[in-house]
Each structure stands twice: as structure tokens, then as C-alpha cells.
């Protein structure tokens, strides 16, 4: 069965450094999407992408985060500058359609030291 | 703002009991509601609930919407220890992108 499949498992990082979150989406969706998971808090919403373009964010993605389909299989967030507080486990998920059933990755725990 | 909320936020029973974990909502543009299973990391997908499917079934697994209620429940029958995981439910809206709003969480635990 087609998955979503996200690179690396677990980053640790110190603060100030840039993070680049990798996530392969399953290959004939259209919609692809980030959210993040603080330790112990409600999945967030961060940002969705289609046809090459963000079609919405949330406040949490401010100038520091970044998204980018890079080739024809591989959706990638930037985290710029990192801060204590982007320390979460951060999934990718895709659909088929616009309000389709997203599908969500095993995660990045992004850990910022 | 856009809420949802689940309850209870955790349940502890034995392997062959029945649960109804429940999840309200309070969205601007209600589009659908889903159900996810999340073990130890990705939320897998259970069920979609929307205006033109308002049950869902699957094995021991089923899912109502009640759109006059805002809310939803998620009923599992016979339970197993491997039912054991949070079940996160999200509210999708007819944003631009489609965003899913997620409650809490239900914190599931069947002991044997």
C-alpha cells in the first residue's frame, strides 16, 4: 500500500542552525501538507501546497519556514534560523484531492538543543 | 476560534469491552470530520465523515456525525489490546488549503 515516507527520523540540532525536513508524498497526490506535534499538545496545522505554490499557513509559519517541491517526488520544509520552541515532532501528509482524506508520515522529531 | 475538542482524554479498559470516545466541534466552514489512529507516531486514517456520509463502518470500528450536535463519536466493540493508541479526531474546513483542525486526543489503553 502507497505511504508517505519522511527522512530523517530524528534531527537534533542547536539553536540558530538551518533544518531542511524531508518527506516523499504518496506519488499520484496533489496536496501536500505539514504539521507539527509539541510533546504532549494537539497536532498544528502549518502550512498546505499545491501546484507548486502555498495555498494556505497558519500564524506558526512565519518567515523562518519555508516549503518546496524540489523535484517530482520530494516536499521538503526549511526551518531557517531554529529556536528552542521548534523542538516538536513535525509530519507530512498528501492527498488526492483538494478535501481529500490527508495521509500522514511517520514523523521528524526535530529536537533543537 | 476554531475548536475541537474530544473527551474523555483518556480510557482505560479490559480486552472485550465496547468504547465510545466523543469528539464536539466548533468550526467556521465545516467540511468533513476524520479519524485518526496514532500509535507510536503517523496518524493513520480510520474514517471520513462528511454531509453526504454520515456513518462509517469497518470491522469492529464505526464512526456517526451528528451535524445538528457539532459532534461525533467513534464506537469500538470488542475490544483488543491492540485497539490500545490515542484516536485524534480533525475537523477539515473548505479553507484554500484544506487545513485539518485536531482535537486532544483520546488516550485508549485495553489492559488484557
Known amino acids: 500500500e502507497p505511504e508517505v515516507t519522511q527522512t530523517p527520523s530524528h534531527q537534533v540540532t542547536q539553536m540558530g542552525q538551518e533544518v531542511i525536513l524531508r518527506c516523499v508524498p504518496i506519488?499520484?497526490?496533489?496536496?501536500f501538507y505539514w504539521y507539527r506535534q509539541i510533546l504532549g499538545q494537539k497536532v498544528e496545522f502549518l502550512v498546505s501546497f499545491y501546484n507548486n505554490e502555498i495555498s494556505e499557513k497558519s500564524e506558526i509559519f512565519d518567515d523562518q519556514f519555508s516549503v518546496e517541491r524540489p523535484d517530482g517526488s520530494n516536499f521538503t520544509l526549511k526551518i531557517r534560523s531554529t529556536k528552542l520552541e521548534d523542538s516538536a515532532m513535525y509530519f507530512c501528509?498528501?492527498?488526492?484531492?483538494?478535501?481529500?482524506?490527508?495521509?500522514f508520515g511517520p514523523g521528524t522529531r526535530l529536537t533543537v538543543l | 476560534e476554531d475548536k475541537v475538542v474530544q473527551s474523555p482524554l483518556s480510557l482505560v479498559v479490559h480486552e472485550g469491552d465496547t468504547v465510545t470516545l466523543n469528539c464536539s466541534y466548533e468550526?467556521?466552514?465545516?467540511?468533513?470530520l476524520l479519524w485518526y489512529k496514532q500509535e507510536k507516531k503517523a496518524p493513520t486514517f480510520l474514517f471520513m465523515l462528511t454531509s453526504s456520509g454520515i456513518e462509517k463502518k469497518s470491522g469492529r470500528l464505526s464512526s456517526i456525525l451528528d451535524k445538528k450536535e457539532l459532534s461525533s463519536i467513534l464506537n469500538i466493540t470488542a475490544t483488543q489490546t491492540g485497539d490500545s493508541a490515542i484516536y485524534l479526531c480533525?475537523?477539515?474546513?473548505?479553507?484554500?488549503?484544506?487545513?485539518?483542525?485536531f482535537g486532544e486526543g483520546t488516550q485508549l489503553t485495553v489492559n488484557p
Open positions: 480533525a475537523v477539515g474546513e473548505e479553507t484554500s488549503g484544506s487545513r485539518l483542525t
Open positions: 468550526v467556521t466552514n465545516f467540511r468533513s
Open positions: 501528509a498528501s492527498s488526492e484531492f483538494l478535501w481529500g482524506t490527508q495521509y
Open positions: 506519488s499520484n497526490h496533489l496536496y
